[in-house]
């Protein structure tokens, strides 16, 4: 608010109306944009009968801030049975199939039982 507020000031835009804006005040429009969607209803029953039978994943970015390794995207993946779950790092968006191809491979070679069950 406080660049738009700087720009209707100094008339630095040509065309721009000259809006009042008001503290702590929502626009509907805004409101509307931001309102998050129903979710799903939680369930009381866990419908997969062994780890990794089913995943749930989540791709979201680009974020504003680039991570350690200099990545804008993250790719969360959680195992409906166990609840486990992986955060694995994207440069960019197009580089998720591959990298899902290498985490399921890296599944497949590996023992992850102790993943699921701790000793």
């Known amino acids: 608010m406080h660049h738009l507020k ?3 000031s100094k008339e630095l835009v040509d ?3 000259k809006l009042k804006f008001e503290k702590d ?3 509907e429009a805004f409101q509307k944009e931001k309102q998050v969607k129903n979710s799903f209803k939680l ?3 866990i419908s997969t009968t062994r780890p990794l039978q089913l995943l749930h994943m989540n791709l979201f970015g680009p974020s504003k801030t680039m991570s350690l390794g200099e990545n804008y ?7 409906d049975f166990s609840m486990f779950t992986w955060t694995l790092f994207l440069k ?3 580089d998720t199939f591959s990298t899902f191809k290498k985490f399921a491979k890296m599944l497949q070679n590996k023992n992850c039982r102790h993943m699921f069950h701790p000793q």
């Not at 995207?73 to 195992?79: H, K, Q, R």
Request: hydrophobic share 50%; net charge positive.
């Open 43 to 45: 369930k009381n029953i």
């Open 25 to 27: 005040h929502i626009f």
């Open 6 to 8: 700087k720009l209707i």
């Open 15 to 17: 065309g721009l109306p």
């Open 73 to 79: 995207y993250a790719l969360v993946i959680v195992d």
């Open 92 to 94: 960019s968006k197009s």
